[in-house]
């Protein structure tokens, strides 16, 4: 595996592989890698040669009081992962590298930005498109692999994809859980014993909505309820929203139909947790993937 730290460079690499017609996939993380980024990097060297995995955190993602600073960063262990697994390139440009001083253009999707994630985290996305069509730029994969826990940033970067003419297919993956349900996350290392086991009250707050959708609800503010008892029930986990929207407008529903996201948002202690679950229509009843 080669590793990748100038654009130009990678710009070089990825020409070749255009010339050579050669069909590259790219996955975009943040580091601190687990399983959630290997089940992408597997799903992408299963329709793609070469692969390119970039790692990069993101300082125009984080808010002013987020965790920036205090971000995982293992690099040598990402590498030694990386490598194990067969990528072919990994991409860790600097943040002077992808922000120089001068830098000034940003990139915005309308309206499904500033909502959900969005109003809670205000100019993440703004932060994400544009370092997200940076890296379209540099790498120029055919296909891209994004995981569905990130829902509403899978959703945003399609439209972008779309709106932008990016010849880039999203390509969106599983959700990848820890035994109790727990979605695997970067920052699950900052949760420490009680409130590692409190935030299982999460993904258990989404099974309580597939369980309500079972006995017959499609009632969504009772759906959330449901969802709201779990976590209410948990006094480490303080919710910051929920919400039943439908997948292509992020707007909220009132009840179900199509196909939609229930999405949420929960501190444990100071460790912000999202998950979510996918609600789509099967025959006359529905599924839900969680
Ligand atoms: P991150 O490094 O957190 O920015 O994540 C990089 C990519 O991995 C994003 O597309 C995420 O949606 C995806 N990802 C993160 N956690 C998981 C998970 N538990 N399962 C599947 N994909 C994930």
Redesign the pocket.
Known sequence: METIHTIEWMKQIAHEARTQERILGLV????AL?E??V??IRAAQRECAPVVVSLFVNPKQFGPAEDLSKYPRTLEADRAALEALGVDYLFAPSPQEMYPPDFRTSVVVEGLSDRLEGGSRPGHFRGVTTVVLKLFEIVQPRFAY?????AQ??RLIRQMSTDLNLDTGVVV?????EADGL????RNVYLNGEDRRAAAAVPRSLAAVRDEIAKGERDTARLLAALRDVISAEPRVALDYADIVDNETLETIASLRGTSYVLLAAKVGDTRLIDNALIELDGDSFRVTI
Not at 146 to 150: A, Q, S
Not at 173 to 177: N, S, V
Not at 183 to 186: G, K, P, Q
Request: net charge positive.
């Open positions: 975009p993380t943040m580091g687990h959630g980024h089940s992408l994004f995981g569905r826990k990130d940033q899978a993956c599983p959700i990848i859980r979605a695997l996350s970067s």
